[in-house]
């Protein structure tokens, strides 16, 4: 009897996948090594091998259903651009966003776990592992939003993937919502409104602004007048609805907004890579390497 506990030891040992582990297992009538070389002759312990390379390449998705009520923002690495436009990475995309957006996952951890809609047999991190070994390059799955409303969701997919744009509207129209999707991926706001930048942010953003008007030569009680002026040009940068439009910079965000009676709930940007460390490509090593 292949136990469960046999399974995960195998799993762990050669990062294989739950099934193709208790596969080979039930094949060697649980014999631990027969099965971990079976693995290896399959090639689906390469994935265990490539788990520490760095991938900060890939593709950002963007899905919506077709009633415009719930969305998902999906960013899965790979270690190339090549593989982000292989047409095997980039279905395991769209059928992970599509997952996402009929199991409603918590995090990336609860989806790795759950059960493919489009394979009960496999867990979404055993396809995971599965595309590793048959495309040959370490892929993560990032991050994801999903959004779900009685208004509207918008979407929006810059550079053929490599920026994301996801809005939820309380009320708007479709063609306001894309120019704000746009306005979004082009300006890189980080908040909504006022209202929603954290006091310490703000805080520190006018002692900044006071030293550099001390540093212009102004009295401390001037400083702190310049400041007050000062700070409306960080939330002009920063929140969105203060943004000037980038179709239309004579008038901002808001007053697009309120000349469509649109309103904006939340968004969520996602740039390829942000905040990953970049593979440094080293040719002369390579070639060096080959010679040898």
Do not use: W
């Amino acid at each position: 009897m292949i136990t469960a506990s046999l399974v995960k030891e195998l799993r762990e040992k050669t990062g294989a996948g739950m099934m193709d582990c208790k596969k080979v297992l039930t094949e060697t009538d649980g014999d631990m090594e027969k099965a971990a070389e079976l693995l290896r002759e399959r090639g689906i312990t390469k994935a265990a091998k490539k788990s520490d390379r760095i991938a900060a390449e890939g593709l950002v998705y963007c899905y919506v259903a077709d009633n415009n009520k719930t969305g998902v923002v999906l960013e899965v690495n790979a270690e190339t651009d090549f593989v982000a436009k292989n047409e095997e990475f980039r279905k395991f995309v769209a059928d992970t966003a599509a997952h996402i957006l009929a199991k409603n996952p918590a995090s990336v951890e609860e989806l790795l776990e759950q059960k493919s809609v489009n394979d009960e047999s496999k867990t979404i991190k055993d396809i995971l592992t599965d595309k590793i070994a048959t495309i040959g390059e370490n892929m993560t799955i990032r991050r994801f939003a999903r959004y779900e409303t009685n208004g509207l969701i918008e979407t929006y997919t810059h550079g053929d993937g490599k920026i994301g744009v996801m809005v939820e509207f309380a009320k708007g129209t479709p063609e306001v919502a894309k120019d704000v999707c746009m306005q979004i991926a082009a300006a890189r706001p980080e908040y909504l409104n006022e209202s929603e930048v954290p006091a310490d942010v703000v805080n520190h953003e006018m002692e900044i602004l006071k030293a550099q008007a001390m540093n212009e030569g102004k009295p401390a009680e001037i400083a702190e007048k310049m400041v007050k002026g000062r700070i409306g040009k960080f939330y002009g940068e920063v929140c969105l609805v203060d943004q000037p439009f980038v179709k239309n910079p004579d008038i901002k965000v808001k007053d697009l907004l309120n000349q469509n009676g649109a309103e904006i709930v939340k968004f969520v940007r996602f740039e390829k890579g942000e905040g990953l460390q970049k593979r440094e490509e080293n040719f002369a090593e390579e070639v060096a390497k080959q010679i040898k």
